[in-house]
């Protein structure tokens, strides 16, 4: 198994090694090269290092005292807009091109996003958010590992209020204008970064048998 997934463990608390820019930008494009459903790719991540910054963006979260002491924080972000039928159709183009298909749009659209099942899955809010957090949270994965490669701890804050909670939507549309955020754009998670503060035991989990099957 790979180390960084058999080693994994949350960290909330770093030392005050600040987190270069090289790896900010390697943890990045490991987010960037995840796979999502249909090439989507519905996400844009905004790399925090200021403390201004920081101090602003935790204010939308329940945990936020964590995201003003982390080095760095990747603020993840949910791009809504990105399921429209031109990007998807722009966005399987490109896929396929690369894999050595020349389709036309027509086929495309045929078979792939036109069907009854992609429409709806296209147009139901409940199932646009849910594919959505989906591919979000494939990206996590991904940049975590990075993390850990890069020798850095992280952990992923996720209870925040957004367009799911809308708990204060006026604190929240302000936090959105404050990061240069749109309308089609929803803060999903926060990923904080750093150099561990302490070594930690890894994170429990359930036994293999409540967890997978073999048939």
């Given amino acids: 198994m790979l180390r960084e997934v058999a080693d994994w463990r949350s960290i909330r608390k770093f030392d005050a090694k600040p987190v270069t820019e090289e790896q900010l930008i390697t943890i990045l494009e490991a987010g960037r090269r995840a796979p999502s459903w249909k090439n989507i790719q519905p996400w844009k991540f905004i790399a925090i290092t200021k403390d201004e910054d920081k101090l602003k963006l935790a204010e939308v979260f329940a945990f936020g005292s964590l995201i003003k002491k982390a080095p760095a924080v990747i603020l993840c972000t949910a791009l809504l807009d990105a399921w429209g039928k031109n ?54 994965g991904f940049m975590l590992l990075e993390a850990m490669n890069q020798g850095l701890g992280a952990c992923i804050l996720g209870e925040l209020d957004n367009e799911l909670v809308a708990v204060n939507n006026s604190k929240y549309n302000e936090i959105k204008r404050f990061f240069g955020l749109n309308e089609s754009q929803v803060i999903t998670a926060a990923i904080i970064l750093g150099v561990p503060a302490k070594e930690t035991s890894v994170n429990p989990r359930k036994p293999a048998d409540e967890t997978y099957v073999l048939r």
Wanted: avoid cysteine; aromatic fraction near 8%; proline fraction near 2%.
């Fill in 87 to 140: 990007n998807q159709r722009g966005r399987l183009q490109e896929l396929l091109s690369h894999t050595g298909f020349n389709m036309s749009e027509a086929d495309i659209d045929k078979i792939y996003l036109d069907t009854e099942l992609a429409q709806a899955l296209a147009v139901k809010p409940s199932s646009l958010m849910a594919r959505t957090f989906e591919n979000m949270g494939i990206a996590y």
